[in-house]
């Protein structure tokens, strides 16, 4: 974030978002829809979920039912038997287990094949989410903590995961098993059904609102987890300052209010889950006591049993299924209860991650192109070959195509500008620089600087006013081709996980590896590169945490020079190299400037002296322009700066 904007950011509310307090993610069939649309590619693979579960509900409710004829037809006639043939109860017993493994074995293959969906899925998310990120607008990463971004590709997506390749299957599993259940005990007898309902309904009415105080927090939980995990990455990327400035204990302090705040909003989510586990195992095991009781009081007053079909005599087979069937029929149930928890933290998970990917992307209504081009008879034409010359190509309405050659002439008209529509930052600022004219731009920080260089770079668009490059109006000109031209080597340095010269070519894709290395000896990062230990191949990680600072500068500038544009943004470049490793760079960056127009913004005044056009700003307006030895004849702001009369803040 630049200085100007470090101020603009949008007010963000406790859990990291950009819409304050009041933001509370909302369980909405919309959030479904769109989860549904990341599943259609899986949908024979559901199918086949779908039927396994079937398979599996239905083997567990044969296998319940199937309790009553083994008691009844096999168990019990033995028991009156001098010799016993426990042939036909061993037959009776596999056939049981041959239920069993049937249930054990459509189970493991859904479970398995959802693991390959809800990873699938996830891809395509993760995809969808990095995708749109490369289109958001600088503003939006201005305005967002990275942690919380990074946030969306963990925790949320986790939360997902977890959705879909448990929580969903299983729940479908225990609708499916319920209604199985259900009809078996119907099969079985219509009272004990009855009683083991209205026990249920119960059941259900007391668990209902510990699990919606549960899903509740559980959503707080996943907002708090984002808000805390943008500050870690705040407070790593910013050690050196916590140490520097002594600020570890202040550190400490916020960090454990944001870690409290998690803390509570867990210990209530699981708090209320954990609770709700026991409450449905001890209710499940006074179901079954009652179930008990209550089927021996049948028996015993001669009650007689009807079922889906018929009348019977309540026997000991039907009692000792009804056991087993009121257990797995609470069973799912309380599974249901406990998945509805994870089923709301996955869409509270989903809807910070569809807020992302509803974030608007950056619009670009540009036409204008930037392509190769030759003077052919002294008319200038497009190629498809490199020759070193460059064009914007207008298209006009008539169907005609101007070629304007790419100079570099960039002039400002009467440009406001706001971050914040209530706080302008530069006001009627005009200037121009001429193809191969260096402008420098000074003055404290906040006079706005860095924002000329963004509504060059088109980060930003400008309020009022008119930008022209080469004499074409910037917002006709398409964004890609507008940064192609221009070459922008910032104060903060960001290097890549890959080798230097990889990190060179960045600059430019295609270039080659002697034009990479021709490109470091311009910026006088060729000799202390070859003294690595693999030189140009040494392989850099962590932003190139084992350079010095002035090192990863050195090769940031190769890599603005790699670019070869006509336009150079130099931000603060050499504000965090040495003197003398400074004067070493100078020359290599007077050596890039060459017959380029070259913005420049410096503290540093000797930086700025041999500058055609200097311009002193103050509080977003230019107060004075000239050469440096035109202001210093003025002694005005300038000559108070270079006197040291008046420090820079």
Same mark, same amino acid.
């Given at each position: 974030?630049?200085?100007?904007?470090?101020?603009?950011a949008?007010?963000?509310?406790?859990?990291?978002?950009?819409?304050?307090d009041g933001?509370?993610? =909302?369980?909405?069939?919309?959030?479904?829809?769109?989860?549904?649309?990341y599943l259609?590619?899986?949908?024979?693979?559901l199918?086949?979920?779908?039927?396994?579960? #079937?398979?599996s509900?239905?083997?567990?409710?044969?296998?319940?039912?199937?309790?009553?004829?083994?008691?009844?037809?096999?168990?019990?006639?033995?028991?009156f038997?001098d010799?016993?043939?426990?042939?036909?109860?061993?037959?009776?017993?596999?056939?049981?287990?041959?239920?069993?493994?049937?249930?054990v074995?459509?189970?493991?293959?859904?479970?398995?094949?959802?693991?390959?969906v809800?990873?699938g899925?996830?891809?395509?998310?993760?995809?969808?989410?990095?995708?749109?990120?490369?289109?958001?607008?600088?503003?939006?990463?201005?305005?967002h903590?990275?942690?919380?971004?990074?946030?969306?590709?963990?925790?949320?997506?986790?939360s997902?995961?977890?959705?879909?390749s448990?929580s969903?299957?299983?729940?479908?599993s225990s609708?499916?098993?319920?209604?199985?259940?259900?009809i078996?005990? #119907?099969?079985?007898?219509v009272?004990?059904t009855?009683f083991?309902?209205l026990?249920?309904?119960?059941l259900?009415?007391?668990?209902?609102?510990?699990?919606?105080?549960?899903? =509740?927090?559980f959503?707080k939980?996943?907002?708090?987890l984002?808000?805390?995990?943008g500050y870690?990455?705040e407070?790593?990327?910013?050690q050196?300052v916590?140490?520097?400035?002594?600020?570890?204990e202040?550190?400490?302090?916020?960090?454990?209010k944001k870690?409290?705040?998690?803390?509570?909003?867990?210990?209530?989510?699981? /708090?209320?889950?954990?609770i709700?586990?026991?409450?449905?195992?001890?209710?499940?095991?006074?179901?079954y006591?009652?179930?008990?009781?209550? *089927?021996?009081?049948?028996?015993i007053?001669?009650?007689?049993?009807?079922?889906?079909?018929?009348?019977?005599?309540?026997?000991?087979?039907?009692?000792a299924s009804?056991?087993?069937?009121?257990?797995n029929?609470?069973?799912?149930?309380n599974?249901?209860?406990?998945q509805i928890?994870?089923?709301?933290?996955?869409?509270?998970?989903?809807e910070r991650?569809?807020?992302l990917?509803?974030?608007e992307?950056?619009?670009?209504?540009?036409?204008?192109?930037?392509?190769n081009?030759?003077?052919? &008879?002294?008319?200038?034409?497009e190629?498809?070959? =490199?020759?070193?010359?460059?064009?914007?190509?207008?298209?006009?309405?008539?169907?005609?195509?101007?070629?304007?050659?790419?100079?570099?002439?960039i002039?400002?008209?009467?440009?406001?500008?706001?971050?914040?529509?209530?706080?302008?930052?530069l006001h009627?600022?005009?200037?121009?620089?001429?193809?191969?004219?260096k402008?420098?731009f000074?003055?404290a920080?906040?006079?706005?600087?860095?924002?000329?260089?963004n509504?060059?770079?088109?980060?930003?668009?400008?309020?009022?006013g008119?930008?022209?490059?080469?004499g074409?109006?910037?917002? =006709?000109?398409?964004?890609?081709?507008?940064?192609?031209? #221009?070459?922008?080597?910032?104060?903060?340095? &960001?290097?890549f996980?890959?080798?230097?010269?990889?990190?060179?070519?960045?600059?430019r894709?295609?270039?080659?590896?002697?034009?990479c290395?021709?490109?470091?000896?311009l910026?006088?990062?060729?000799?202390?590169?070859r003294?690595?230990?693999?030189?140009?191949?040494?392989l850099?990680?962590?932003?190139?945490?084992?350079?010095?600072?002035?090192?990863?500068?050195?090769?940031?500038?190769?890599?603005?020079?790699?670019?070869?544009?006509?336009?150079?943004?130099?931000?603060?470049?050499?504000?965090?190299?040495?003197?003398?490793?400074?004067?070493i760079? /100078?020359?290599?960056?007077?050596?890039?400037?060459?017959g380029?127009?070259?913005?420049?913004?410096a503290?540093?005044?000797?930086?700025?002296q041999?500058?055609d056009?200097?311009?002193?700003?103050?509080k977003?307006?230019?107060?004075?322009? *000239?050469?440096h030895e035109?202001?210093?004849?003025e002694?005005?702001r300038?000559y /108070?700066?270079y006197?040291?009369?008046?420090?820079?803040?």
């Amino acid at each position: 974030m630049s200085k100007e904007q470090s101020t603009k950011a949008a007010p963000r509310g406790p859990h990291g978002h950009p819409h304050g307090d009041g933001y509370k993610p =909302k369980f909405n069939f919309k959030t479904i829809k769109r989860l549904l649309g990341y599943l259609k590619p899986y949908k024979v693979h559901l199918v086949f979920v779908l039927i396994f579960i #079937l398979i599996s509900a239905a083997a567990g409710a044969i296998s319940s039912l199937f309790i009553k004829h083994l008691i009844d037809d096999y168990i019990t006639p033995l028991l009156f038997v001098d010799n016993p043939d426990f042939s036909e109860l061993l037959y009776a017993i596999l056939l049981l287990g041959a239920f069993y493994l049937v249930g054990v074995l459509s189970t493991l293959f859904f479970n398995r094949m959802m693991a390959t969906v809800s990873h699938g899925v996830l891809k395509r998310i993760r995809d969808d989410m990095f995708a749109h990120m490369q289109s958001l607008p600088i503003k939006y990463f201005d305005t967002h903590s990275f942690g919380d971004i990074m946030s969306h590709y963990t925790n949320d997506t986790d939360s997902l995961r977890q959705m879909i390749s448990q929580s969903i299957p299983q729940m479908f599993s225990s609708v499916f098993t319920i209604a199985a259940i259900f009809i078996a005990m #119907l099969s079985l007898s219509v009272w004990m059904t009855l009683f083991v309902v209205l026990f249920v309904f119960l059941l259900t009415k007391v668990t209902r609102s510990i699990a919606r105080k549960s899903g =509740k927090y559980f959503i707080k939980q996943q907002q708090s987890l984002g808000d805390l995990n943008g500050y870690i990455e705040e407070m790593i990327n910013g050690q050196k300052v916590i140490k520097v400035f002594c600020h570890e204990e202040k550190a400490k302090e916020t960090f454990d209010k944001k870690n409290e705040e998690l803390c509570r909003n867990a210990t209530l989510a699981n /708090q209320y889950a954990n609770i709700l586990m026991p409450v449905m195992v001890a209710l499940g095991y006074m179901l079954y006591i009652l179930v008990a009781i209550t *089927g021996g009081l049948l028996s015993i007053a001669g009650v007689t049993n009807v079922y889906l079909i018929g009348v019977d005599e309540l026997s000991v087979g039907i009692i000792a299924s009804f056991l087993i069937m009121s257990r797995n029929f609470i069973m799912p149930i309380n599974q249901m209860s406990q998945q509805i928890n994870f089923i709301a933290m996955a869409m509270a998970g989903a809807e910070r991650i569809f807020a992302l990917l509803d974030e608007e992307p950056e619009t670009d209504d540009g036409f204008v192109t930037l392509v190769n081009a030759e003077y052919v &008879n002294g008319e200038l034409r497009e190629t498809d070959k =490199k020759t070193g010359i460059f064009a914007w190509k207008y298209p006009h309405g008539d169907g005609t195509v101007t070629y304007t050659e790419l100079k570099g002439d960039i002039r400002f008209y009467d440009v406001d500008f706001a971050y914040d529509p209530e706080k302008p930052v530069l006001h009627n600022i005009t200037l121009y620089a001429e193809p191969g004219q260096k402008v420098a731009f000074v003055g404290a920080t906040g006079a706005g600087k860095t924002t000329i260089t963004n509504l060059i770079n088109r980060f930003y668009d400008i309020a009022d006013g008119k930008i022209r490059y080469d004499g074409i109006n910037i917002n =006709k000109i398409r964004k890609a081709d507008l940064r192609r031209s #221009l070459g922008i080597v910032l104060q903060d340095v &960001n290097l890549f996980t890959g080798t230097v010269m990889e990190n060179i070519r960045y600059g430019r894709l295609d270039a080659t590896d002697e034009e990479c290395i021709a490109a470091a000896k311009l910026a006088n990062a060729d000799g202390f590169i070859r003294m690595l230990p693999n030189g140009y191949n040494t392989l850099l990680s962590g932003d190139g945490s084992g350079l010095s600072q002035g090192q990863r500068q050195l090769i940031s500038i190769a890599r603005a020079a790699v670019a070869d544009p006509p336009v150079m943004i130099l931000d603060e470049a050499t504000s965090s190299i040495d003197t003398r490793t400074e004067a070493i760079v /100078q020359k290599g960056m007077d050596s890039l400037m060459q017959g380029r127009t070259v913005f420049v913004i410096a503290h540093r005044l000797s930086t700025v002296q041999n500058a055609d056009v200097i311009m002193v700003l103050e509080k977003g307006r230019i107060i004075e322009r *000239g050469s440096h030895e035109k202001l210093l004849a003025e002694k005005g702001r300038y000559y /108070q700066l270079y006197t040291g009369a008046f420090e820079l803040e």
